[in-house]
């Protein structure tokens, strides 16, 4: 319990500072998404990260049902990273893969040269970049003993990050495959790790 505590409050202090940082941007979507419209809502990355914090009470009380129902000591941890695992990261993978304004039309590009593109990225770049696999990095060792292991996360990251970089530029989805964004991804994933290196499987 006492060590279940922490966590939570780390989970809702992050949270927090994710509300505040983009609240301007996320109540520009809010009219779209509460209307339950699609366009402007699920296909602009205002839209998804609004709703994502929205179902978090869903997601909560889905936690709370697994861990309800399991067995034995570690319910709570396991049944959090579980959610936390797939919920913290599949809408980042759909904002990664959401299409451009040219998809279909203008033929894949890549960037193949480390670090050239992280001055364009800009601030707001980076740190997006950095959260795509962070519920990854952090919830990964904690549900799964075989990844309590920073170089094992910065491989299953990288891993992660160069397919979906792959799929944007097999797909057309008018996007730069770059080298920067798989850095940048593992690098946010291997940093989320860390912060939850207390409460890895072991």
Known sequence: MTRRIPLVLLV???????????RRMLFMAAPRCLGGHWHGCYDTDNGVVLML??????????????ASVRPGPGAWRKSVAEVGLVY???????LTL???????????????????DLIT???????GNLVILAALGFFAP?????LASLPRVAAL???????????????QLDRVSSVDDVLV?????????LASRRWWSV
Not at 88 to 94: H, K
Not at 157 to 171: D, I, K, N, R, W
């Open 185 to 193: 991804n593992t690098a946010g994933a291997v940093l989320a790790a």
């Open 12 to 22: 809702l202090a992050a949270l927090a500072g994710v509300v505040f940082v983009l």
């Open 121 to 127: 990225m800009g601030p707001l770049g980076i740190a």
């Open 142 to 146: 904690i549900r799964f003993a075989a």
């Open 88 to 94: 913290g990261t599949v809408p980042m993978v759909w």
């Open 98 to 116: 959401m299409p451009g304004p040219g998809a279909g039309v203008v033929p894949g590009r890549v960037s193949l040269v480390p670090f050239s």
């Open 53 to 66: 914090l929205v179902g978090l009470p869903v997601a909560a009380l889905l936690a709370w049902g697994l």
């Open 157 to 171: 990251a990288a891993g992660c990050s160069l397919l979906m970089e792959l799929s944007q530029y097999v797909f």
